[in-house]
């Protein structure tokens, strides 16, 4: 989808789209992969989602 917007994601976040797969094995199944998940680079690379999509989007107002 964000290619046919002419959108798309930069290199450095191309790592996420193999993550797909793993999310309904992660919730239906038992996943015994040979790689444990690097916790420390998964975050840094939602953290650098996050921020590309803000850059799209804008920041969300704040309400209170």
């Keep these: 989808m964000l290619l046919d917007a ?3 994601m930069p290199d ?3 790592e996420l789209i193999d993550w797909s ?3 309904v ?3 239906y199944e ?3 992969g040979d790689a ?3 916790r420390t680079n998964a975050v840094s690379l939602v ?3 996050l921020d590309w ?3 799209l989007v804008g920041q969300p107002e704040t309400t209170g």
């Design 12 to 14: 450095t976040l191309q």
């Design 53 to 55: 999509a803000n850059t």
């Design 47 to 49: 953290e650098d989602l």
């Design 25 to 27: 094995i992660y919730r």
């Design 30 to 32: 038992e996943w015994s």
């Design 36 to 38: 444990p998940l690097d």
């Design 6 to 8: 002419g959108r798309p």
């Design 21 to 23: 797969p793993f999310a």
